[in-house]
């Protein structure tokens, strides 16, 4: 979830001056920032010691502070054979940055170590062993504690403590590690997130979590010409590299780690057949008519009951068709690697269709795929913690993009403040407009590693939500559950609808205001290429939830019981405001449509909407208070809004 990277320079080249090694370590703090903003650090091996400083800042202003200046130059002078850096640009996940023992590089007796990744059973770990005590929150900590564990049982067995230690954890690790007592920089990975390029003299290493960011330091002149670089190389899942430091030239030996509970690509040809204030509001829409057939009530828009109490959306239903399985064992027959090599990327929230889908193309399409994650500032850590599961288990390299998180926060917080000026129910996907860059960032990780499929998981058809465009009057959004397809006349409709409600409520021309509009060219302009699995194979919620649950230990909310949109911070927020205004969530939507597709029975989706519309109080305060409003406050606004029923 994080950036890790670093270097191995050896000083009796001549070329590596020290401005030259400088520079190469603040370009791949710069590129690295991608990963996550919110704070940095560094570890400086100089063969005497190793020199430490971490600050909960950008790795951008981190390498303007006077102390990492002055901290580099110091322990370059110094440095007679072999200099080396670990480095680290966090995104945080468990443990607060602005306590620092949070903060990486993380420091124990004989170990300094940087890690990317999530371990998910690190409670049942510290249970069942007394000697792992930890004295920070971050799960980094316990790692290095297991490695030195390890290390003290096989007597100094590099290869042996870390499978002995990747074998307990579950969930994505990936990990850099000084010892105290050896001269050894080792790096592993349970699913392939680290990279590394050398150069021909065998003078040089560098390493870092994504291939992109190692091919952009190559390009640059001044580094291409002086170090002569060789191809950039990945750690595969579950391996390691042991490099030493004490040598006249940089070696390194690769070692595998024996997990024995990764599950491994199996290939079927075709394995199936084609085809506080918080009220609970539940017993407002109690008295509110409902179509006959589905569960939609009569404030939903467009809805058009006729004379039997049968809603416009199921007389006018037509039976989903997928496209099948074997169509997409064709359509993907011509971007397939031969050799390995990964050949699609997976968009990855952390929700049960994309963890699922993950699953699908690894282990039934046989595929080799990059998991891909946007991290906007609202993606659960229950979500992270989900995607960790399922990364380190299939083995899968899991790229993360971080935006300026405080920064979208504050966005949001003026979008929700100007609303709550003037509730209107079709401005509310405004909410999650700064999300949309995950279209975006999908282009750009086409161009940065030449991978030409992209996969989304969601998007299902059973979760059709027409109501979103239908606030906005858009009568019919027919985008195929695929946002990036809306037709010309509907896209304008949407834009005049915004531009109106702008001009009505003025506080809506606020900063963000460029953010949306980004969201908007990426989301409806920009072309669309990616291919939609949930359009191919049939949705199953119960085989899906089955699936990931027994598998990979999918972990479910504590706050409801459903298992959608649990890794989306937002949700809780703006089903609570669509269920006080209008009587009903998008729960509701789904529910009906699984009706209509013969899933399951009316009475069924009726007790389970009761049960999915209760608020889930611990997320909506725990939203309102990262974008910095008063709970109280807020509610209170939201619970005294023109409602759509009586």
Wanted: some cysteine; charged content about 25%; glycine content about 6%.
């Amino acid at each position: 979830m994080c950036g890790i990277f670093g270097i191995v320079a050896n000083k009796e080249d001549q070329k590596l001056s020290n401005d030259l090694i400088k520079n190469i370590a603040d370009k791949l703090f710069v590129f690295s920032e991608t990963r996550g903003r919110e704070a940095a650090g560094i570890a400086i091996n100089t063969g005497l010691s190793i020199e430490i400083y971490k600050q909960p800042c950008s790795a951008k202003e981190f390498t303007k502070k006077d102390k990492y200046k002055n901290l580099m130059r110091t322990c370059l002078k110094k440095t007679n054979k072999n200099f080396s850096f670990i480095g680290h640009s966090r995104l945080v996940t468990n443990g607060y940055a602005n306590n620092n023992e949070n903060n990486q590089p993380v420091i124990i007796p004989e170990l300094v170590g940087i890690h990317n990744g999530i371990i998910t059973n690190q409670e049942q770990i510290l249970e069942s062993n007394e000697k792992l005590k930890c004295t920070s929150d971050v799960d980094t900590e316990l790692f290095l504690r297991l490695i030195k564990f390890n290390l003290e049982k096989t007597q100094n067995n590099i290869t042996s403590s870390f499978s002995e230690s990747f074998n307990k954890i579950k969930g994505s690790a990936s990990i850099a590690t000084y010892f105290g007592n050896l001269p050894n920089l080792v790096l592993a990975s349970n699913t392939g997130a680290l990279f590394y390029v050398c150069n021909e003299r065998n003078t040089f290493f560098a390493f870092a979590s994504e291939r992109f960011i190692l091919q952009k330091l190559i390009k640059i002149k001044k580094f291409k010409e002086s170090i002569r670089f060789l191809d950039v190389q990945q750690i595969r899942s579950f391996t390691g590299i042991n490099l030493r430091l004490d040598s006249s030239k940089i070696t390194k030996t690769s070692f595998m780690i024996d997990c024995n509970h990764s599950i491994k690509n199996e290939y079927y040809a075709y394995k199936s057949q084609y085809s506080v204030l918080i009220n609970d509001h539940t017993l407002n829409s109690k008295n509110l008519k409902r179509c006959k057939k589905c569960i939609l009530p009569e404030t939903y828009p467009y809805i058009d009951l006729d004379e039997r109490g049968i809603c416009r959306y199921c007389r006018d239903h037509k039976k989903i068709k997928t496209k099948g399985e074997k169509k997409l064992f064709e359509d993907i027959k011509k971007y397939r690697s031969l050799d390995g090599k990964p050949d699609c990327i997976v968009a990855l929230s952390g929700g049960r269709d994309s963890c699922y889908g993950l699953h699908y193309i690894k282990t039934v399409l046989g595929m080799n795929p990059i998991a891909f994650t946007y991290d906007w500032g609202f993606v659960t850590d229950l979500a992270r913690r989900n995607s960790a599961r399922i990364c380190g288990k299939l083995g899968i390299e899991h790229i993360i993009r971080s935006a300026n998180i405080q920064q979208k926060r504050r966005l949001v917080r003026k979008n929700v403040q100007a609303w709550l000026k003037k509730p209107e129910l079709g401005m509310v996907p405004l909410f999650m407009a700064g999300d949309k860059a995950f279209f975006y960032h999908a282009r750009e990780l086409k161009k940065e590693t030449g991978i030409k499929l992209v996969f989304f998981c969601g998007g299902n058809m059973i979760e059709n939500a027409p109501y979103k465009f239908g606030f906005s009057g858009v009568k019919d959004s027919d985008d195929e559950m695929a946002l990036t397809r809306l037709k010309i006349s509907n896209k304008l409709k949407l834009i005049s609808y915004y531009c109106k409600n702008f001009l009505l409520n003025p506080r809506y021309f606020n900063e963000s205001i460029f953010d949306t509009a980004a969201a908007y060219w990426h989301t409806f302009i920009a072309k669309e290429d990616f291919f939609w699995l949930y359009h191919y194979i049939d949705w199953n919620e119960d085989e899906i939830v089955k699936t990931i649950v027994n598998n990979y230990d999918w972990e479910k909310s504590t706050d409801t019981t459903t298992t959608w949109r649990i890794g989306d911070g937002t949700a809780s927020f703006y089903n609570y405001i669509y269920q006080t205004m209008a009587g009903f969530t998008e729960d509701d939507d789904m529910l009906s449509n699984m009706i209509r597709e013969k899933y399951i029975e009316r009475g069924e989706a009726l007790r389970r909407s009761k049960e999915y519309a209760k608020p889930r109080k611990e997320s909506i305060s725990e939203y309102l208070q990262s974008i910095g409003l008063n709970v109280e406050e807020t509610l209170t606004k939201i619970n005294s809004a023109k409602k759509l029923f009586k």
